[in-house]
């Protein structure tokens, strides 16, 4: 047997026509299709790790993942082979040899989203349709970046994550602000250290909430004190959210920032 390396796999994709990227038995996902295209490029299993795994629906242009794979694997040859057999809807830039102790979700600091949001009276453009969403209401932005400031900072955040048994909803939200394109598209950028179950989109809904004047600007903050999820949250379309970026610390400190990653957090008192 072959000497196994780790490496890194930069993805982006149109997560349109995917069940998310997780694998799931019967599902067309991300995960899924990917595996299966280097089983048959490699000609052996492989199992991807993962950066930040997106729901039905949500895009992404800067995904991660490792994989251990033969040591002397020519990274160009193999992402020219996988540009060939991949379908158009998913792409892996890149394959870069990294250092044992990278994993592509401990490791990372922070993930960063965009959503992107058409104001104008026709929608969104149609080159845009699948990563847009068409918002019918008025956005007032000073609302919105009031209510987001108060959300800042490491929080439980129950109240906007669908609980998983045994996870932890304490996050640090280090980034959400708010723009207007000359287009009229507001767009949303998030970045956390990490994100729980439908975080992002219920954050957004939320806000657009606040946006369109149903909800005060304090409201969402003051979901903070919940300990379960709201049920009058609503959650964004998917559509228009993206991964654009995830962030990693250092060769040297790989290791330690994936030690800190895995204990288990408690909400702040």
Known sequence: MEPQSRFRLDIAYDGTDFSGWARQPGRRTVCGVLEEALGVVLRTQVALTVAGRTDAGVHATGQVAHADLDAGLDVTWLVRRLARLLPPDVRVSAVTAVPAEFDARFSALRRHYRYRVATAPFGAEPLRARDTL??????????????????????DFAAFCKRREGATTVRALQELTWTRDGDGVVQAVVAADAFCHSMVRSLVGALLDVARGRRAPDWPAALLRRAERASEVAV???HGLTLVAVDYPPAAELAARARTTRRLRVPPT
């Not at 068409?134 to 929080?155: I, K, M, N, Q, T």
């Open 134 to 155: 068409a918002w019918p209401y008025p956005v007032d932005l000073d609302a919105v970046r009031a209510a987001s400031d108060g959300l800042l900072g490491e929080h």
């Open 236 to 238: 964004a379309p998917a």
